[in-house]
């Protein structure tokens, strides 16, 4: 099976980037997640606010990723 999507650029850019972008927001999330998991079963399990965004933002910026483009 094959899927072919077609996007109109450069205004529909931000769907590109989106759809061609999906392994990296997939990579992103499952280390959000596991850096989670290591808190809750090695840390104190009570990640600041502060630190879970800290650490959103790292995992986004090493995959070349922005929740503000």
Excluded: V
Aim: hydrophobic content about 35%.
């Amino acid at each position: 099976m094959r899927a072919i999507l077609t996007f109109r650029l450069p205004q529909e850019q931000e769907e590109f980037d989106n759809a061609s972008h999906g392994g990296d927001w997939r990579y992103a999330m499952q280390a959000l997640d596991e850096c989670l998991r290591q808190d809750l079963k090695y840390g104190t399990g009570r990640k600041t606010s502060e630190e879970i965004r800290d650490a959103i933002r790292l995992i986004l910026d090493e995959r070349g990723l922005s929740l503000f483009d």
